[in-house]
């Protein structure tokens, strides 16, 4: 019969895409939530779970999946991702030789493949640390905040300009709650596809301040059915920003390549690998 791995160590790249198959046969099944797909939710658990990194002190970050405790999981930032959590536990129930922090980081790999995206290679390796490792509250960015939050926030994680604008990108999936964040709508009309289409509209929108009682937010004068946070109106304000907001919005293909990229990149932030990088797996989409 089929082996069964007693631990992360012993799995196989074929153990993980049955991991992976599992994530994108729920994702297939479970269509009534939001716009269809649980996919957005999973994409920003595993963003969440890995933004808390630091690179001064190399703490935070994916290993560990924290966010299972409180304070962490109670933070502000995190409102909402307790859905994305427990979506993922039946997986973890049939596979539970494999960490939670591998578990939410290969599920978010899955929901942006799974959601027309590029492909996303992943690697095992991580750890799950006990309460005592959970990260300070703030640690993520405030969507209320300008374009100097948004880089004091992200080269503390290690990141660029151009690496910032395409991380931001994945606003082209789902969309925000009220009873979550505060702000209210979707990025764009196909929140459940991967695409460029966020900073297409971004650059050809107009977009207006929302006339409404709550957080800033702003309004696509076309349709007024769409919206942008503050912080995504900064990448259109700073020039430094802007210059990757215009190539990305005319180039789908430069934008999978680099979002693809840098998606690894934080997903893997300060994960003590043994593996190489040319060892991550390339997981084969559902049909
Ligand atoms: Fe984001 N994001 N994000 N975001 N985000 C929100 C929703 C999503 C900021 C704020 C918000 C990234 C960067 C930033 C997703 C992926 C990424 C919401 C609404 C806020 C607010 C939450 C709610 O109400 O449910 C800010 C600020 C920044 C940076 O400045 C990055 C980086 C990623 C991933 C690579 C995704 C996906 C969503 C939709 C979640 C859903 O539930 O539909």
């Not at 750890?127 to 905040?145: F, I």
């Not at 207006?208 to 007024?224: A, C, L, M, V, Y």
Request: net charge negative.
């Amino acid at each position: 019969g089929e082996k069964t791995p007693k631990g992360p160590f012993e799995a196989t790249q074929a153990d993980y895409q049955k991991v992976y198959d599992e994530i994108a046969a729920r994702l297939a099944n479970e269509t009534d939530y939001d716009d269809g797909s649980y996919g957005p939710v999973l994409v920003r658990l595993a963003w969440h779970a890995s933004g808390t990194y630091d690179k001064e002190t190399n703490t935070g970050g994916s290993n560990g999946s924290t966010m299972r405790f409180a304070p962490e999981s109670d933070h502000g930032a995190n409102a909402g991702l307790k859905l994305a959590r427990d979506f993922l536990e039946p997986v973890k129930a049939k596979f539970p030789w494999i960490t939670y922090s591998d578990l939410w980081t290969l599920a978010g790999s899955a929901a942006i493949q799974e959601l027309g995206g590029p492909q996303v290679p992943w690697r095992p390796g991580r750890e799950d640390k006990d309460v005592a490792a959970c990260t300070p509250d703030g640690r993520l960015p405030d969507a209320a905040k300008d374009h100097r939050h948004i880089r004091d926030v992200f080269i503390r994680m290690g990141f660029d300009d151009r690496e910032m604008v395409a991380l931001i990108g994945a606003h082209a999936l789902g969309r925000a709650h009220k009873d979550r964040s505060g702000f209210d709508g979707p990025w764009d009309f196909s929140p459940t596809v991967f695409s460029n289409e966020f900073f297409r509209l971004l650059v050809e929108e107009k977009w207006n301040q929302r006339k409404w009682e709550g957080p800033t937010q702003f309004t696509d004068k076309g349709t007024s059915t769409l919206m942008m946070l503050p912080t995504d109106m900064a990448l259109i304000k700073d020039k430094g920003f802007k210059q990757h907001v215009e190539r990305y919005a005319k180039d789908n293909d430069a934008f999978f390549k680099e979002f693809s990229d840098v998606y690894v990149k934080l997903l893997e932030l300060g994960v003590p690998f043994q593996s190489k990088p040319e060892d991550r797996f390339v997981f084969k989409p559902s049909e």
